[in-house]
């Protein structure tokens, strides 16, 4: 029998940060990586995602990860997927902005693993 690891989507544009969080990511998560907001959205509907990981600036559009937040909110059958932010973003005020928008959690580049690991078990519960 086979254990069922949390399936994570983690939507980012740069391919270097998607490669280091392959790396570092512990392997007690399945992890999915979307570079666009189309691939998200694609993966959704074929994966059992069970957290998103969100940057917010996708390509060259300035917080496109809010937008694709949104759209996500707007499906039923994803209302209730907790989101993180991931952002370059390090005033307190760009926290309490993205988390009264609709993320779970807010996390800021470079990743801590341990802060990361951290947030994922507590939206995982």
């Given amino acids: 029998m086979s254990i069922k690891l949390p399936h994570i989507l983690y ?20 992890l999915s ?4 907001t189309l691939s998200a959205l694609k993966i ?8 998103i990981l969100m940057d ?4 060259n559009h300035e917080e496109e990860g809010v937008q694709l937040m949104q759209t ?15 952002t370059s ?8 902005r993205f988390l009264s ?3 779970e959690g807010y996390l800021t580049k470079p990743v801590v693993l341990e802060e990361l690991v ?8």
Wanted: glycine fraction near 2%.
């Fill in 11 to 30: 939507v980012e544009d740069e391919a270097i940060n998607a490669l280091i969080m392959k790396k570092i990511l512990p392997k007690t998560y399945a």
């Fill in 56 to 59: 917010i600036n996708l390509g």
């Fill in 44 to 51: 959704l509907e074929t994966a059992p995602i069970c957290l």
């Fill in 72 to 86: 996500i909110r707007q499906n039923p059958s994803w209302q209730k997927l907790p989101m993180l932010a991931l």
């Fill in 101 to 103: 928008l609709g993320f």
């Fill in 33 to 36: 990586i979307a570079h666009d």
């Fill in 89 to 96: 973003y390090t005033e307190p005020a760009h926290k309490e």
């Fill in 118 to 125: 951290h947030q994922f078990q507590r939206l995982l519960v």
